[in-house]
């Protein structure tokens, strides 16, 4: 009994170390190669329709977009959705240097920071 025991809990212990090495691996993997500094966006123009795949349109975008600091930057936005996105909107994009923008969400005015802000004014 003492014997299984020891080995239950050598198991448990080489178990929580290998899962604890692949969440590791695996977050680090994601932040290298889809993460980057965030850029701010408000969609004011028309977007490139670019084509369909499966009744989805490809929406493409090049906005003029600032880091929290107010820093001028293009980005190359490639959407595919039903509809374009709604003008006015403020977006919160994550730039990847290689892969170009990885995630998006729509933010309110509000949480612009304020170097933002007085760029897209």
């Given amino acids: 009994m003492k014997k299984t025991l020891i080995h239950l809990g050598i198991f448990a212990a080489v178990s929580g170390i290998l899962i604890f090495s692949i969440n590791f691996a695996m977050n680090k993997y994601m932040e290298e190669n889809y993460g980057g500094p965030s850029y701010y966006t408000k969609i004011e123009s028309d977007p490139v329709a670019s084509g369909t795949s499966d009744g989805t349109q490809f929406y493409e975008y090049d906005q003029v977009s600032y880091d929290e600091n107010g820093t001028e930057k293009t980005v190359h936005l490639k959407e595919y959705r039903q509809k374009p996105l709604r003008k006015s909107a403020y977006l919160k994009m994550v730039v990847n240097e290689e ?20 760029q897209l004014a």
Avoid: F, M, Q, R
Wanted: glycine fraction near 4%; avoid cysteine.
């Fill in 99 to 118: 892969k170009g923008v990885t995630s998006w969400e729509e933010i309110n005015e509000n949480d612009l920071p304020s170097a933002v802000k007085k």
